[in-house]
T-cell receptor, first 111, second 113 residues
């Protein structure tokens, strides 16, 4: 199971773009990269998932370099409501997916 | 469509008692996973069930157990409760597993006194 490493915390201001990078040196060929967002006392919420290159949806973009040993979650123009913990997960979901959440990155958006 | 439903939302138990928590996954989802979240330890994986079979288990003592029914609903049980079991217990469902992303419930807040 690929272990992930993320910064413990990040600060930003409203309106800025925030990039959170996750390292996963032992990622396997079949593994996908998934990001979740969690607010206090709530369950994590799925943000985005990708395998390689770039994925974009209505809330974020995910950049994955060719070697796939890292990935970057990009949040455009953050607002105060984006203050949350962001988790990066790696796994293939086949044969039993033992989802292991790391410590996550605590993003604090200031006015 | 309805999300993942966990009941009860809050629970207070006494040390030594046992507790059963329930999780109803999204319709059609066959994988259900359980997590314990505490301020000190973060999100810890308990176990995952798929089609009524436990196919993954985390590093928790045998006091923590679970099961899944034919309709994919799942329960987890904690026996002989300890103060350290106080936590937010989260359930997540997925079609077949993590590849397609999990949808989490709002959790059950368990307080052991």
């Amino acid at each position: 199971l690929a272990k992930t490493t993320q910064p413990i915390s990040m600060d930003s201001y409203e309106g800025q773009e925030v990039n959170i990078t996750c390292s996963h040196n032992n990622i396997a060929t079949n593994d996908y990269i998934t990001w979740y967002q969690q607010f206090p006392s709530q369950g994590p919420r799925f943000i985005i998932q990708g395998y390689k290159t770039k994925v974009t949806n209505e809330v974020a973009s995910l950049f994955i370099p060719a070697d796939r040993k890292s990935s970057t979650l990009s949040l455009p123009r953050v607002s105060l409501s984006d203050t949350a913990v962001y988790y990066c997960l790696v796994g293939d979901g086949t044969g039993g997916f033992k989802t292991i959440f790391g410590a996550g990155t605590r993003l604090f958006v200031k006015a | 469509k309805a999300g993942v439903t966990q009941t009860p939302r809050y629970l207070i138990k006494t040390r030594g008692q046992q507790v059963t928590l329930s999780c109803s996954p999204i319709s059609g989802h066959r994988s259900v996973s359980w997590y314990q979240q505490t301020p000190g330890q973060g999100l810890q994986f308990l176990f995952e069930y798929f089609s009524e079979t436990q196919r993954n288990k985390g590093n928790f003592p045998g006091r923590f157990s679970g099961r899944q029914f034919s309709n994919s609903r799942s329960e987890m049980n904690v026996s002989t409760l300890e103060l350290g079991d106080s936590a937010l217990y989260l359930c997540a469902s997925s079609l077949v597993g993590g590849t397609y992303g999990y949808t989490f419930g709002s959790g059950t807040r368990l307080t052991v006194v």
